[in-house]
């Protein structure tokens, strides 16, 4: 490859301006075509910043990579506020449900370290413990104590092994 381009985008939305244009256009790809691609591939994360990899060649043929969102990203996104609680254990700005949880985990299950969707919703749990957003009415600690406990093994449980 004869070079790389990292750079954050919001889904769905990218366009030849910042920062893709700049990056990509003393290069020898259609920057249009790149950009297509990119909306194309990042639009189920509409408008939240989506990490892009795009590799290219002398040739003009190019290769896109799409990343995952942020877990912090992510949880704003699905439960609808801007900013954390500047004191998480006191101030809750937003409750998800366990279903929520689960779309979480399964997106960002290739980038974190769980064996499964069960572990990878403990680590976003503990994501929504530092934004201070609730899980079901629960503290993030509290539901992750029911998670351990088995309670929504059957919420969680992996697609393949259910």
């Excluded at 256009?25 to 990042?42: H, K, L, M, R």
């Excluded at 609680?85 to 399964?106: L, R």
């Excluded at 600690?141 to 449980?157: C, I, P, S, T």
Aim: charged share 25%.
């Amino acid at each position: 490859m004869a070079g790389t381009i990292e750079v954050l985008v919001p889904g769905g939305q990218a366009n030849p301006g910042p920062p893709l244009g700049p990056e990509l256009g003393p290069t020898p790809v259609d920057v249009q075509a790149v950009v297509s691609e990119i909306n194309e591939q990042t639009a189920a994360f509409d408008g939240t910043e989506v990490p892009v990899t795009v590799d290219y060649d002398d040739d003009g043929s190019y290769e896109i990579e799409v990343g995952v969102p942020p877990t912090a990203a992510l949880i704003k996104d699905e439960a609808g506020f801007e900013t954390g609680s500047g004191e998480p254990q006191k101030d809750f700005v937003a409750d998800i449900s366990v279903e929520q949880v689960k779309t979480i985990a399964e997106q960002k299950h290739q980038d974190l370290l769980a064996y499964d969707v069960k572990n990878a919703a403990k680590e976003v749990v503990g994501t929504c413990a530092s934004l201070g957003v609730t899980i079901e009415g629960d503290d993030a600690r509290e539901f992750k104590a029911k998670v351990d406990d088995g309670e929504y093994d059957d919420v969680l449980a992996d697609e393949a092994s259910a």
